[in-house]
């Protein structure tokens, strides 16, 4: 299958190249891939990994050209702007790339035949609920970011794939996981929100499933996250745990004590009840803390080698 990724030097898009069997030169085509493992099993893949610097998704004419150019039979388009702060106070920008990118990628893709794969976010919700979110919940974004990746989801053809995911972790890239492995260096005890739910989502994981959804061709919107739920405070408290230190270093407080305050709002529970998966009998991705140890152990041999 020929397949063009979008925000492949991200941290999801790094894993998702690595999914697709391969690690593939940014802006380069690799061929003859073979999936490793899963359904997709030897399927052989010609991928197309794109950035802002190949094709940034904002500039129409540059994504009509790569898809005439390259022809994808599916997009998996996972680039966007992701740092929901700035987006408060660079909504147009947020905008141009979150829901022009994708009525831009849209575009093209319905005109060279290609399916769409959008990547979404936990953060279309407003956080009210007192359940996790099903697929078929109604959003209410509190943030600018998050308005604007619904936006993509409505630009999206019919018969696309969406996939909203959560709280996102990789070895490439900024995250919680990282941000702790660096503060756990220091003598110093440190604060994190307990007032704030939701699913760590572990790349290695996420991305089998992104193909997996993708080359099947899946209609439909479906919540991907890995099993269970924590609050950031939790969430660090397991991340100490992992790399051997002492989880009582970290104190839970309430999102109104943050000072400085953060710029956009956080939904108070953005946990997503993965029902479109389970009741079409596709795999789950595994318990959070699990997809956690897997982190840990890479990020702790890339410091070793280092
Ligand atoms: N991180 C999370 O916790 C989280 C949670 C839910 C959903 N998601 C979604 O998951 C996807 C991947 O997130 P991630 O964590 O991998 O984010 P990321 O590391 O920021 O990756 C996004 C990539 O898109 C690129 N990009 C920015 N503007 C672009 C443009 N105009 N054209 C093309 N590419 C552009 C970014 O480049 P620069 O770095 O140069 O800007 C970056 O390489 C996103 O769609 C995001 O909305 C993320």
Known sequence: MRILVTGANGQLGR?????LAGRVPLGGRSTNLMAPEGPQHGLVHEVLATDIGEMPVDDRECVQHTFRAFAPELVLHVGAMTAVD???TNVDQAYAVNAVGTRNVAEAAVAVGSHVLYVS??????G?????????????????????????????????????????????GANM??????????????????????????????????????????????HVTNAGATSWWGFVREILTALGDDPDRVHAIGTAE??????????ANSVLDNMALRLSGLPQLPAWQDGLTRLVAVLQAQEAAE
């Not at 894993?15 to 999914?19: C, R």
């Not at 976010?121 to 407003?126: C, E, G, L, P, R």
């Not at 990746?149 to 972790?169: D, F, H, Q, Y």
């Open 15 to 19: 894993d998702l190249l690595d999914a």
């Open 86 to 88: 700035l987006c408060e």
């Open 121 to 126: 976010t936990d953060y279309v919700f407003d």
């Open 128 to 172: 009210n609920s007192p359940r996790p979110y099903n697929e078929w919940d109604q959003p209410n974004p509190v943030s600018v970011y998050g308005e604007s990746k619904l936006a993509g989801e409505m630009e999206c053809p019919p018969g696309s794939t969406i996939v909203r995911t959560s709280w996102v972790c990789g070895a490439h």
């Open 177 to 222: 996981v990282k941000t702790i492995l660096r503060l756990a260096k220091s003598e110093d005890d440190f604060r994190f929100v307990d007032d704030q739910h939701g699913s760590p989502t572990f790349t290695a994981d996420l991305a089998g499933a992104l193909v997996a959804l993708g080359t099947g061709k899946r209609p439909g919107t479906f």
């Open 258 to 267: 943050l000072d400085p305050p953060l710029v956009a709002r956080r939904p």
